[in-house]
């Protein structure tokens, strides 16, 4: 690796391959629509800040697309107030992953959105691509100065990398020096701008550390720690902000390299379980399922990324989760509407998921409620209030799936407790 990066080093210094000056000639930018790329690891914050720039950005008409893989897409649903409501246009794609099957289609778009935008007249202020987690942007970049329609209607004005300023470290050394895992060093290399996200979940010395890991890695980016993935809007969009001679001179790379020979650093030990599925979730259950793989480090260090949208039994609205290795965001959204369809979709991203395809997908189904209740409503039962063996005490059912408990319980000495499960262990015949 050191190498060969010192042999294109020497290459560059004996100048036998200059750099083209042409593509990040802001001259040359001046009537072409800006694009900002959003990259950055899995989990790291990406989806937060398109959201954020299309609120923020509301007076402009942007075009989005947005790649994602899996086997299960989640992502329409994960977010509330959906960003398709508010971006001109919304493309989707999600046949592969946009830095190497799909790059054709990316193409495509732009081809499209050229002809209606900037050829037909209509109008649109810039274009965001948020990539997956997985991807290399180097490729995208690419795509931009070697397609010419592409060339002639659009320039990368800047590539945002969101940092998760607490995963970020052991992603890097992971990484580093891997070619195949090379994708979190390439993330940050080809950036214009670090946003050196969830700055709320390390402290200050922690943070110096990321920020010269990401320095190492490419000192020309200009990096700005945030929250919720929130920066000012001017060091973000139509900012002029990328320039491909200085990432590839930092990489000791020209661009006649980059054009030809550039490899995407694809991390291809990371794969994804989806599991779709009608049926009602109970909640107790699922969330010792989620605790057996993430309720410490070790156990989570290979579940870097846990999406679910699901229909929980007892509830009339969605339920959603993420997860970022053992960090878990989860909640209701907002209600199924009519008629739709209540499907649970659950992925679980990560390395080693391949052989634990089985237990996830019968792990999972193994949370969904098949039997109906044991105890109708008004029912005497004995319920376990201790735990000791002989902590039981009468009472009756009151309700079924209540706040997302098998069964509401009044106990003789007019208390009211839950029984998160229909199971012996927590309520019993009287
Ligand atoms: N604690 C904390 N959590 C955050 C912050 N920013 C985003 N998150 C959470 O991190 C999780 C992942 O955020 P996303 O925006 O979906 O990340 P992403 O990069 O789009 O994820 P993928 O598309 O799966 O790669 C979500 O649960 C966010 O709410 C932050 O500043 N602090």
Known sequence: MGSE???????????HHGHSHGYSDAHRTRSRLPVTVLTGYLGAGKTT????????????????IENEIGEVSIDDALVENKHQDMAEELVLLDNGCIC????????????????????????????????TGMADPAPVVQTFIVDDDVKRCFYVD????????????EKLDE????????????????????????????????LDKVRMRIKELNAAAEIIPCQQSQAPMDKLFNVGAFNLEKVLDEQYMDEEEFRRFYQPKMDRSVSNVGVRCEGAVMMFAFQRFLDRY?????????????????NVAGSQDKFVLQCVHMLRNQGFTKPWAPGEKRENRIIFIGRAMQPRRQELTEGFKACLATQPLRFPVNTPIFAKVGAGDNDWMRGVVIAHWNECNAYRLRLEDGDEVHAPLDLDFFVKKA
Do not use: M, W
Not at 294 to 309: G, I, M, N, P, Y
């Open 5 to 15: 990066i010192d042999d294109k080093k020497r290459r560059t210094d004996d100048g």
């Open 49 to 64: 800040l398109l959201n954020y720039i299309l609120r923020e950005q509301n007076d402009k008409k942007l075009a989005v």
């Open 100 to 131: 190497c099957t799909v790059r054709g289609d990316l193409i495509q778009t732009l081809h499209k959105i050229g002809a209606k935008y900037v050829s037909g007249g209509a109008h649109l202020d810039g274009v965001l691509i948020e990539l």
């Open 158 to 169: 800047n590539v945002v990398t969101l940092v998760d300023a607490k995963h970020a470290i």
């Open 175 to 206: 990484s580093k020096g891997d070619p195949e895992k090379g994708t979190a060093c390439a993330q940050i290399a080809f950036s214009s701008t670090v946003l050196l996200n969830k700055i709320d979940l390390v402290d200050g010395a922690h």
């Open 294 to 310: 993430l309720s410490t480090e070790e156990q989570a260090k290979d579940f870097l990324r846990v999406k679910a949208v699901l």
